[in-house]
């Protein structure tokens, strides 16, 4: 499985942004599909995930300003970001859990998102 993100940038506090990324193949051989961020220093960590059946999981930094919705048609997955915070700034990295004859993790090239105070 290949994702290509896209859609990060440089915004003010309080802005919004939204991330998008595509996969390769068949969204039948991926379960699930989310984000992780990562800043320098620190480890990479789970912003948000959307398994098969829709349900979500949020970071509790994130919940009530980060939306996740999957398009299984377009085998895409986005991320829509209100109410940046400078805390917020991160590489942001596309992930996919694999099934199948795709079994395994995958990430995406990681997109930045710079948010200004």
């Known amino acids: 499985v290949q994702l290509q993100a896209s859609g990060g940038g440089l915004v003010q506090s309080g802005g919004s942004l939204r991330l998008s990324c595509a996969a390769s193949?068949?969204?039948?051989?991926?379960?699930?599909m989310g984000w992780d961020r990562q800043t320098p220093g620190k480890q990479r960590e789970l912003v948000a995930r959307i398994q098969d059946d829709s349900s979500t999981r949020y970071a509790d930094s994130v919940k009530g300003r980060f939306t996740i919705s999957r398009d299984k048609a377009k085998n895409a997955v986005y991320l829509e970001m209100n109410g940046l915070k400078p805390e917020d700034t991160a590489v942001y990295f596309c992930h996919a859990v694999g099934c199948g004859a795709s079994f395994g993790n995958f990430w995406g090239q990681g997109t930045q998102v710079t948010v200004s105070s």
């Open positions: 193949g068949s969204s039948d051989n991926i379960a699930s």
